[in-house]
């Protein structure tokens, strides 16, 4: 047996195999890629594929192309025989189908990406039950202080209330009219003071409500 042999396709075999394959495929390969699908039916080794395909660039049997340091190897388009008007239509036609066919699964695509949004944001099982537990908790504090409060006895009539609110206005009413009294004076003697009305305050020992922040209610 003789050393060196790369199987039954080595030689001129390999480059009449690799010819036929571009040409058959019609796409581009490199030649890793071209020895990974030969390999096993062929024989081929990849040297001997390597170096068959630098043969048939080198004789314009096929075309080469180099991307960073990797080429890639395809069928000489002007060598291929022209494509009748029907086939032409026929893969205008194919061309129509996988078009529509990808345009259908782009927009299957978009559902299922909306279905997975609206089922990541959603709440899991466990999760639904955790907080329907924790929500009938809730309920049964509300519940029992409902009760308490439906049976305590010291409940605020509609008269007491009444009460109580005529006399908050009253008083309220009565401190706007003080402040205001009380504003209109110190501006007065303010007018006349050489000193600046926080200095004046300080002297006298006034404090104002702000001072203790007390607000006036809104008045109603």
Not at 55 to 62: D, E, P
Request: aromatic content about 6%.
């Amino acid at each position: 047996m003789s050393k060196g042999r790369e199987g039954p396709a080595a030689g001129g075999g390999a480059a009449a195999v690799l010819l036929r394959y571009l040409r058959e495929q019609n796409r581009p390969y490199s030649a890793q890629d071209a020895f990974g699908n030969l390999q096993r039916e062929h024989g081929l080794g990849k040297a001997a594929v390597v170096k068959a395909l630098e043969q048939l660039a080198q004789q314009g049997r096929v075309r080469e192309k180099a991307y960073g340091k990797q080429k890639i190897y395809f069928a000489d388009q002007e060598q291929l025989p022209a494509a009748s008007d029907a086939e032409l239509r026929g893969l205008d036609g194919e061309i129509a189908a996988l078009a529509a066919k990808v345009q259908a699964l782009q927009q299957s695509c978009r559902q299922m990406e909306a279905e997975l949004k609206d089922l990541s944001s959603s709440m899991t099982t466990p999760e639904m039950a955790r907080e329907l537990e924790e929500l009938r908790k809730d309920c049964a504090t509300y519940t029992e202080k409902l009760e308490r409060m439906k049976s305590a006895t010291n409940h605020v009539t509609p008269e007491e209330k009444e009460k109580v609110c005529s006399e908050q206005k009253l008083y309220c009413k009565e401190w706007r009219r003080r402040k205001r009294m009380a504003t209109e004076l110190l501006e007065a003697i303010l007018e006349g003071y050489p000193k600046s009305k926080k200095q004046f305050f300080e002297e006298v020992g006034i404090e104002t409500d702000e001072d203790h922040n007390a607000m006036l209610p809104a008045a109603v």
